[in-house]
């Protein structure tokens, strides 16, 4: 097939389209996308919800804001702006809305338990509320060897952990979720899988991140050469055969003021 230059698919976003397609999402809602980044989780909302609909993105980094005000807008897509919010501290005032989302975003935060309290005040009867986050696991595993990917694994985490992440949060999740006052509707994990017919994303991965890796001390700048270790996993991958479980997405969504 012809080279298309089109960025692999991040398996790790596979069960979102699920997910929040099943949580409730409906036209005329207002959604809040907690830690929006660049856009991508925002922009399935908005396309969830309509053009009778609202969706506020919030993220603490102006480049990712930049980059999802650049992104092209779809009429057939509700409405959306982007807001800059610091979540270690109060947020802006941005009214109520009736549902609040995120992905990936609370295992980065130094207190995710103050955060969900917080997000609870744009909520009223009914809102609801729905992330999905990851925990660090005994992976990855398929049926053969695996020492390269384990080793990119390992990197992956070691460097969330360096940054302060909470690498357990996805376990719990469910308990955070209900203790700022949310009833809990939904709670599933999914695996993240490497199938042998698709192009891996993980270079890409290991590319994104190698700065903040050798930043943290996690590796060094010579020890990692991008070109090599993608040919490391393809073939490493092409040995082994079948499937790869690569990572586990934690799924929980709620309902505000509900008993449960």
Known sequence: MPDT???PINPANVPSTRFFAGIGLSATMRVLDVGCGNGDLTRMAAALVGPGGEIVGVDSSATALAAARAAPSD?????????LADFRG????LGRFDAIIGRRVLMYLPDAAATLTRLSDFAKPGTV????????????????DLPVHRRCYGMAWNTV?????DVTLGYR???????????????YSEGIVIQPWQESFLPTLIRMMLPRMIERGVV????VDPESLAE??????????????????????????SRG
Not at 90 to 93: G, N, S, T
């Open 5 to 7: 230059g089109a960025m």
């Open 173 to 187: 999740l469910v308990d955070l979720v209900r203790a700022s006052g949310f009833a809990v509707e939904q709670a």
């Open 220 to 223: 060094r700048s010579h020890e």
């Open 232 to 257: 490391q996993l393809d073939d490493e991958r092409r040995t082994a055969g079948g499937t790869i479980l690569w990572d586990m997405a934690f799924l929980v969504s709620g309902r505000f003021g």
């Open 129 to 144: 509320l729905a992330f999905q986050e990851h925990a660090r696991a005994a992976l990855p595993a398929g049926a053969g």
């Open 75 to 83: 009429t057939r897509s509700a409405s959306v702006r982007y807001e």
């Open 90 to 93: 109060p947020l802006p005032a």
């Open 161 to 165: 952990a360096a940054e302060q992440g």
